[in-house]
């Protein structure tokens, strides 16, 4: 069984820190990876995807991934109360493009 | 960017009757969408996979003949609910990709609050 996992949280970090957030994943195979951010009651909006070892930074996001770890994190600096939502991972397996998504970690941003 | 258009947003109906979900992408060809639905606090769980021009792939434990996708064209999917029961009150999701997708992401549709009763 092919699974990712997250640390449900909630994280919770002052404003201006950075927020931290982690994945694991099961599949050696896999290829993609995304986060996605999801506030209560909306659908999840992409924020950053990765597919090769190291980092990549987008603004105030940086995905990292280590594929030899099977692990994938985000990095959120300068964390802003409208930053607070649902992360949730999702990892790519391959040819049949299905995603297979953690259960997301709960952020919040305490002013 | 990739947009992808869901509606109706909110629907409400009575037990028994039947619900269509419109998912259009609308600046780029969906060859492929997903459909999830989602209960309040958890997490997204995939209904099924659909390309367009063949029959939908479901996930296991999802009736087939109770939510009917049709993926006809590259920019419009549906799903539909039929003989709706309060229990399939949920949160529905589509989200959709094209080529290249697996390296991209998808893109969600902003979903349909369903509530049966």
């Known amino acids: 069984q092919k699974e990712v996992e997250q640390n449900s949280g909630p994280l919770s970090v002052p404003e201006g820190a950075i927020a931290s957030l982690n994945c694991t994943y099961s599949d050696r195979g896999s290829q993609s990876f995304f986060w996605y951010r999801q506030y209560s009651g909306k659908s999840p909006e992409l924020i950053m995807f990765i597919y090769s070892n190291g980092d990549k930074e987008d603004g105030r996001f940086t995905a990292q991934l280590n594929k030899a770890s099977q692990y994938v994190s985000l990095l959120i600096r300068d964390s802003q109360p409208s930053d607070s939502a649902t992360y949730l991972c999702a990892v790519s397996a391959g040819n049949n493009r299905k995603l297979i998504w953690g259960l997301g970690t709960s952020l919040a941003v305490n002013p | ?117």
């Open chain 2, 1 to 117: 960017g990739a947009v992808v258009s869901q509606h109706p947003s909110r629907v409400i109906c009575k037990s028994g009757t039947s619900v269509k979900i419109e998912c259009r992408s609308l600046d780029f060809q969906a060859t492929t969408m997903f459909w999830y639905r989602q209960f309040p606090k958890k997490s997204l769980m995939l209904m099924a996979t659909s390309n367009e021009g063949s029959k939908a792939t479901y996930e296991q434990g999802v009736e087939k003949d109770k939510f009917l996708i049709n993926h006809a064209s590259l920019t419009l999917s549906t799903l539909t609910v039929t003989s709706a029961h309060p229990e399939d009150s949920s949160f529905y999701i589509c989200s959709a990709g094209g080529d290249g997708v697996v390296n991209y992401g998808y893109t969600f549709g902003s979903g349909t609050r369903l509530t049966v009763v």
